[in-house]
């Protein structure tokens, strides 16, 4: 009886969590570079249940010569849980923007970038600009890694691009080449907000992607698909409401079963 109960609430949980999921990759549809998360879900082992001969209380495993008086019931299968969300490697749309600064990633790969305390996150939003220092950076101020740290362009260059090779070019200069890294399971990386990342034990360390090819004046759009996203949503939602009519059932059967046989 009140396992119904648990089962039920706690696939209204895990629904929950699915909306939370498209929800926030439908909220992220324009941003650049951004990977969409897709949630995964599973119900713990399923056990088989045994019927044993013997006393109260009597220890398990049965010793040796009453495992000949096991008799199998049926199965059991516990909750539905949210085992985790990974990364979606799709590629993502591709927009022509002439940027000399914009910059997008062919194939597989990331940009290093650095925040202001020195910690690494990993992007495939190449939307880069100078900032007031003459640094290659991304529009939230995260600084752009070279292969020598960051790339400095100076603030008093007057022409600057990135080749398909990823160097940056200052004045007809080369002065640095973009850092550009992959992962051994890209779809273990952490989500940090928006369009960045971070590794993790799954996703295995970065290693240096060879052979850069880019592409100058694009930039790779979200990966996520709105009618995939909503068809998410509505069987969520459904599935939501069927798992709150389970509680609701099992609610009842329960006040009624006491309501019989709590006065004996």
């Known amino acids: 009886m009140f396992r119904g109960l648990y089962a039920g609430a706690s696939a209204m949980l895990v629904q929950e969590k699915m909306l939370d999921v498209a929800g926030n990759n439908l909220a992220n549809v324009d941003t650049a570079g951004f990977r969409g998360r897709i949630a ?71 940009f290093a970038v650095q925040d202001g305390l020195g910690n690494t996150f990993y992007t495939r939003s190449g939307h880069f600009v100078l900032d007031g220092e003459g640094n290659l950076a991304t529009h939230n101020g995260h600084l752009v890694q070279g ?29 640095d080449q973009l850092q550009l890294v992959e992962f051994e399971s890209p779809t273990y990386l952490r989500q940090e907000g928006k369009s960045l990342l971070s590794e993790t034990e799954d996703s295995g360390a970065p290693q240096p992607v060879e052979e850069p090819r880019l592409a100058s ?29 389970t509680v609701s059932v099992q609610d009842e059967m329960a006040s009624r079963l006491n309501q019989t046989y709590g006065k004996a």
Not at 217 to 238: D, F, P, Y
């Open 217 to 245: 004046g694009i930039l790779e759009m979200s990966n996520v698909s709105v009618v995939t996203e909503m068809i998410r949503m509505v069987e969520a939602n459904r599935a939501y409401e069927a798992a709150a009519k």
């Open 147 to 175: 292969l020598g740290g960051p790339v400095a362009v100076g603030a008093e260059a007057v022409s600057v691009f990135i080749n398909a090779g990823g160097q940056v070019i200052a004045d007809g200069v080369v002065v």
């Open 40 to 110: 995964v879900n599973k119900s713990f082992p399923t056990l088989l249940m045994e019927k044993l001969d013997g006393n109260p209380g009597e220890t398990y495993p049965p010793k040796p010569d009453r495992l000949k008086k096991r008799e199998l019931i049926g199965s059991a299968a516990f909750a539905n849980v949210l085992s985790e969300t990974v990364t979606d490697t799709q590629g993502g749309a591709m927009r022509v923007t002439d940027a000399p600064l914009d910059v997008a990633i062919l194939g597989e790969g990331f």
